[in-house]
């Protein structure tokens, strides 16, 4: 069985810029895989911790190189001679080496750029596709499909131009859309929101992550250009497409109260949940992301009871993809998803496991990219592999979002190609054979 021969980690930039990690293992023989980490632009106070060098004569103070120091000269050395296909052991040998439980000592970081590059090789010894390798090594889904791609349209709040308060605008098509029907909505639906946004004379730029910044003069403003938009496509809005947001709520929180300039006063948190039964009838949004404040978890109880099985009340900056926070969430029934930043966690098996127990509570599954991003298409894999019902990768815009929307595309290509060929011979330990 193949072994790791070596490891090289070296710094590199995210899409904003910013300094991160890429990683690469060898194999011995010969077979080299490399992956780059994302970097998020919000921090939670539950979130694991990013270990960044804080020198600000280098990159003001945003270097990664005592993480690349450490996979070079500590986690490299120790994975050498070791089997990638024992992930679970290996993880745990990179637990060991941080041994706090939000990994204080060495960085989520630091072991995530090992754990990826680890999985990634352990595919390649298979000779396996990544999805392939991780749906038939992990066992959390028994088919291969293309998650519901939810689209990032409209960037606000820390993502925007400071005139919009809600972070993301999404639109979500309909299930019985197929990724490819999927994706030309909403390359169509993008090209011509902008040029809607122009004739308004709204036209700003781009986001941090992709979105249009518009200026507009609040968020209803928002919803009703992307209304517009639709009716004037070739697309039936409420049909073929629907709303969602992402409020990155505690942003927003002050004194207690929300700040949305859609009104003069602060909403309360009952004035917000109703602001959302209004987005849901009105504008037909059934995705809400961070809808209240990170500890404001009597509003994400009353408004999942309110909405139940008829909306997605999802959790990141709640949940800052972490086992402990997922399981009081789901004893106390504080949402019904789950956004999934493997970055957020430190190894690929702790990710897995969290997946694993939101599928078991019932829970969606929404696998998320980060504000800062690289060309590594990883995560398109790691959504199909591990049976993501959606993933969140931005607007189709921009080559380090557009990378994953492609390589879901070539998944979605090889996948139909099986389903259309079922009596092709697959060899074992090779991985889907596409005719
Ligand atoms: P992030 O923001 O860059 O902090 O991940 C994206 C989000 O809030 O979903
Ligand atoms: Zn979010």
Same mark, same amino acid.
């Given at each position: 069985?193949?072994?790791?021969?070596?490891?090289?980690?070296?710094?590199?930039?995210?899409?904003?810029?910013?300094?991160?990690?890429?990683?690469?293992?060898?194999?011995?023989?010969?077979?080299?895989?490399?992956?780059?980490?994302?970097?998020?632009?919000?921090?939670?106070?539950?979130?694991?911790?990013? %270990?960044?060098?804080?020198? =600000?004569?280098?990159?003001? &103070?945003?270097?990664?190189?005592? !993480?690349?120091? @450490?996979? $070079?000269? +500590?986690?490299?050395?120790?994975?050498?001679?070791?089997?990638?296909?024992?992930?679970?052991?290996?993880?745990?040998?990179?637990?060991?080496?941080?041994?706090?439980?939000?990994?204080?000592?060495?960085?989520?970081?630091?072991?995530?750029?090992?754990?990826?590059?680890?999985?990634?090789?352990?595919?390649?010894?298979?000779?396996?596709?990544?999805?392939?390798?991780?749906?038939?090594?992990?066992?959390?889904?028994?088919?291969?499909?293309?998650?519901?791609?939810?689209?990032?349209?409209?960037?606000?709040?820390?993502?925007?131009?400071?005139?919009?308060?809600?972070?993301?605008?999404?639109?979500?098509?309909?299930?019985?859309?197929?990724?490819?029907?999927?994706?030309?909505?909403?390359?169509?639906?993008?090209?011509?929101?902008?040029?809607? %946004?122009?004739?308004?004379? =709204?036209?700003?730029?781009? &986001?941090?992550?992709?979105?249009? !910044?518009?200026? @507009?003069? $609040?968020? +209803?403003?928002?919803?009703?250009?992307?209304?517009?938009?639709?009716?004037?496509?070739?697309?039936?809005?409420?049909?073929?497409?629907?709303?969602?947001?992402?409020?990155?709520?505690?942003?927003?929180?002050?004194?207690?109260?929300?700040?949305?300039?859609?009104?003069?006063?602060?909403?309360?948190?009952?004035?917000?949940?109703?602001?959302?039964?209004?987005?849901?009838?009105?504008?037909?949004?059934?995705?809400?992301?961070?809808?209240?404040?990170?500890?404001?978890?009597?509003?994400?109880?009353?408004?999942?009871?309110?909405?139940?099985?008829?909306?997605?009340?999802?959790?990141?900056?709640?949940?800052?993809?972490?086992?402990?926070?997922?399981?009081?969430?789901?004893?106390?029934?504080?949402?019904?998803?789950?956004?999934?930043?493997?970055?957020?966690?430190?190894?690929?098996?702790?990710?897995?496991?969290?997946?694993?127990?939101?599928?078991?509570?019932?829970?969606?599954?929404?696998?998320?990219?980060?504000?800062?991003?690289?060309?590594?298409?990883?995560?398109?894999?790691?959504?199909?592999?591990?049976?993501?019902?959606?993933?969140?990768?931005?607007?189709?815009?921009?080559?380090?979002?557009?990378?994953?929307?492609?390589?879901?595309?070539?998944?979605?290509?090889?996948?139909?190609?099986?389903?259309?060929?079922?009596?092709?011979?697959?060899?074992?330990?090779?991985?889907?054979?596409?005719?």
């Amino acid at each position: 069985m193949p072994s790791i021969s070596a490891l090289q980690a070296r710094q590199i930039l995210d899409s904003r810029g910013l300094p991160t990690i890429e990683c690469t293992i060898w194999l011995d023989t010969g077979v080299a895989v490399t992956t780059s980490l994302p970097t998020g632009t919000s921090k939670g106070k539950y979130e694991a911790v990013e %270990l960044r060098d804080g020198d =600000a004569t280098k990159f003001n &103070g945003k270097g990664v190189l005592q !993480a690349v120091e @450490l996979l $070079n000269s +500590t986690i490299g050395p120790q994975l050498v001679g070791k089997d990638p296909l024992n992930q679970a052991s290996l993880d745990q040998e990179l637990l060991a080496l941080d041994g706090t439980p939000n990994k204080a000592k060495i960085g989520a970081n630091t072991l995530m750029a090992a754990s990826q590059a680890i999985l990634k090789a352990g595919a390649a010894s298979l000779n396996q596709p990544l999805y392939y390798y991780i749906q038939q090594s992990f066992q959390l889904t028994p088919s291969l499909d293309i998650p519901t791609c939810i689209y990032t349209m409209i960037n606000g709040g820390q993502h925007g131009a400071d005139n919009l308060d809600i972070q993301e605008f999404e639109l979500i098509p309909a299930s019985y859309l197929d990724f490819q029907a999927s994706l030309e909505m909403a390359v169509t639906l993008f090209e011509r929101l902008g040029q809607v %946004l122009v004739t308004k004379g =709204a036209i700003h730029s781009v &986001g941090l992550v992709g979105g249009y !910044a518009p200026h @507009l003069f $609040n968020n +209803t403003d928002a919803f009703e250009i992307q209304v517009e938009t639709i009716k004037a496509s070739p697309y039936t809005f409420a049909q073929d497409v629907f709303f969602g947001v992402d409020m990155a709520a505690s942003s927003l929180y002050q004194g207690g109260k929300y700040r949305l300039k859609d009104k003069s006063q602060p909403f309360s948190s009952t004035d917000l949940l109703e602001y959302y039964k209004t987005m849901k009838t009105l504008y037909h949004a059934f995705y809400f992301e961070d809808p209240f404040h990170e500890d404001d978890i009597a509003s994400w109880k009353s408004l999942t009871a309110e909405f139940k099985d008829t909306a997605m009340i999802v959790g990141d900056g709640l949940l800052a993809t972490n086992q402990a926070r997922l399981t009081q969430a789901i004893a106390e029934g504080w949402c019904n998803a789950i956004l999934v930043k493997p970055n957020e966690v430190g190894t690929v098996s702790e990710t897995l496991a969290i997946i694993k127990a939101a599928k078991e509570a019932g829970w969606q599954v929404v696998m998320s990219h980060r504000g800062g991003e690289t060309n590594d298409s990883f995560i398109a894999d790691f959504a199909v592999g591990v049976g993501a019902e959606y993933d969140k990768f931005g607007p189709p815009n921009r080559c380090e979002l557009v990378e994953k929307y492609n390589r879901l595309w070539q998944i979605y290509t090889e996948i139909s190609a099986l389903q259309a060929a079922p009596t092709v011979q697959t060899a074992d330990n090779e991985g889907p054979q596409i005719p």
